[in-house]
């Protein structure tokens, strides 16, 4: 990594939309290597538009994003997963026809896959591994998003960036999804989340930024923010 105290994702002051309306305003954070971060809003918040103008898939109508030391802004999806910055999205996007395999084989396009990464994922996912031949369109929900992981996980990433990870995933299955994150962390892999189900993202991250209406408000750690008044009020159902 270039550039001594910069992070190795940096949001400068972002702003995008749609139809050339914004609907994110000046977003600016910072990701250090190793660290994982927590973007926490509700439905609508913005985040994954946010997520969307980090790898270019919108063009931000200002600012800038740096990623290990690079301008990435308007990059191209591609160039922006090949330099490190990987990227799953909430619908996954996983080729329903294919096996579990020929799935984590894409991932590595158009590297050729790496034998060892691939036994990782089997490690981190044992419930893959069982399930190696079988089409993707066939898994359970949960099975689905720990092969999007695993899929993301197949391009060797620096960053891994989780769009809502338990969308569509049953109280039991989420919170074993968010075991396989830790366990990424805890192997040193930076980690920028987006959740709506606060206390799994706060338990996963060191620190937080809370999205409203398209801007970042309140940032903290993750007890800072596990102990604020509104975020207790507006997500983790206190009163
Ligand atoms: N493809 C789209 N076209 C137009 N507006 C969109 C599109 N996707 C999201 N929006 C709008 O942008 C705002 C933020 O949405 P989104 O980024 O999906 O929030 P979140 O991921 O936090 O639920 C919402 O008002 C939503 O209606
Ligand atoms: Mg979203």
Redesign the pocket.
Known sequence: MSGGSEGLLEVDDVSAG??GED?IHDISFSVAEGEAVAII?S???????LFRAIVSMLTPSGGAIRFDGRDITSTGTHRIARAGLAYVPAERHLFPAMSVTENLVLGAFPRRPDPAVQSNVFEIFPRLAERRSQAAGTLSGGEQQMLAVGRALMSKPKLLMLDEPTTGLAPLLAAEAYRALARLRDSGLTLVV?EQQVPLALELAERGHV?EQ?RLGFSGTSDELAGNPEVQRAYLGVT
Do not use: D, I, Q
Request: charged share 5%; hydrophobic share 35%; net charge positive.
């Open positions: 749609y139809l609907v809003g439905n609508g918040a913005g985040k994954s538009t987006a999205m398209g």
